[in-house]
């Protein structure tokens, strides 16, 4: 999958595609789906297929305080999409001169001059321009006038609800990773390097692999039974994700994990995190005694629901 990073970048050989624009954030089971009639699409007229993705995302860049944290950090979301078989990603930078681009402005310069667009493929509820004036009539329109198809990609419900990248935030947060993974199609799952941290957990009694995030913020926190993908092996274990308002860190979130049945260095390696169970919220303690009891109580906890006897 080739990437494109700004409009400037396209060159006259990027020219006749089919596309498809949104924020694609967790790639959940609607994204597949529009991806899959994306590619079906791709095959009839011979062309590739070309997810438009921004960055920052629309949100976080009108109103970053309140813009909900991702469910997959930009590189993640690239495999993602590499994995339903996209040929081009174009991310643009949305700034203040992307959002002030009128509907038919963007259709102009992006999909017309830029891409050279044959088909687009949309959900029905797509809006796009300043005001977010554009929406799937007005693509259908356009599309009439500037020689492109428009197709409204069928919805995607699970329980009778549209399955959205806001459905998985809430199903996150409520921990409830049975119907997270209906949505996504897949468990959900934070990979990262494994970094040295303060090395205070060894003098807590319970060494942790500190994984890097790369964002400050997490869809959720708290302490919880999960399992840990390396290199093909998986092993149970137990993670804290969050602050450490004990230890008053950087603010930043952190994602550390205590592997049950595990010893050796992990320094450096890459971890891929499963999440199965909420054991509790995470807190502040008075003292870094009062953590380490918090702490074995949890790798217990953990320990009772990992062992075979266990349904999980
Ligand atoms: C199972 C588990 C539960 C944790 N719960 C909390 C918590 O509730 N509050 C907190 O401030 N830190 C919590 N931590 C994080 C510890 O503060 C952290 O592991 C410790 O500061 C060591 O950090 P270091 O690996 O960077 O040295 C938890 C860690 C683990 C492994
Ligand atoms: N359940 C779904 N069924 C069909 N198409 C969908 C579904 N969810 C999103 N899409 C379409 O996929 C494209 C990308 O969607 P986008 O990621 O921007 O929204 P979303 O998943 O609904 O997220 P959010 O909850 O943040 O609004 C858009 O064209 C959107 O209409």
């Known amino acids: 999958m080739q990437l ?21 954030d967790g790639v959940h089971r609607g994204h597949q789906a529009i991806l899959a009639r994306l590619r079906e699409r791709a095959l009839e007229l011979g062309v590739p297929s ?23 950090r930009l590189r993640d979301k690239l495999q993602l999409l590499a994995a339903e078989g996209v040929d081009r990603v174009l991310c643009l930078a949305f700034n203040q001169r992307l959002s002030k681009l009128s509907a038919s402005e963007f259709v102009d310069t992006i999909l017309v001059d830029g891409l050279g667009v044959q088909h687009l493929e949309v959900g029905d509820d797509f809006r796009f321009g300043c005001d977010r004036a554009g929406d799937f009539d007005f693509l259908l329109q356009a599309g ?15 329980d009778g609800i549209r399955v959205s990248s806001t459905q998985v935030r809430n199903a996150l947060a409520a921990a409830d990773f049975a119907l997270a993974e209906r949505l996504l199609g ?3 799952r934070i990979a990262g390097r494994v970094l040295h941290g303060q090395k205070l957990a060894r003098q807590l009694g319970t060494p942790t692999a500190n ?65 199965h169970h909420k054991l509790r919220e995470e807190q502040r303690f008075a003292s870094l005694e009062a953590l380490k ?20």
């Open 50 to 72: 070309c997810v438009v993705i921004f960055e920052p995302q629309p949100r976080e860049f009108f109103a970053p305080e309140t813009a909900p944290a991702r469910l997959a």
């Open 144 to 158: 009439i006038l500037q020689g492109f198809t428009v197709e409204a990609a069928q919805t995607v419900e699970l």
């Open 186 to 188: 897949r468990p959900y």
């Open 211 to 275: 994984i890097q995030l790369k964002r400050r913020r997490v869809p959720f926190t708290g302490v919880y039974l999960v399992d840990v993908e390396i290199d093909g092996k998986t092993w149970p274990g137990v993670a804290n994700i969050g602050v450490r308002p004990t230890v008053q860190g950087d603010g930043k979130a952190h994602l550390e994990v205590h592997l049950l049945d595990f010893a050796g260095d992990l320094y450096d390696r890459r971890l891929t995190v499963v999440f």
């Open 4 to 24: 494109v990073r700004g409009l400037h970048n396209l060159r006259p050989q990027h020219r006749g595609c089919v596309a498809t624009i949104g924020n694609f």
């Open 293 to 312: 009891t918090a702490i074995s109580a949890d790798v217990a906890a953990a320990r009772a629901l990992a062992a075979p006897s266990a349904h999980r």
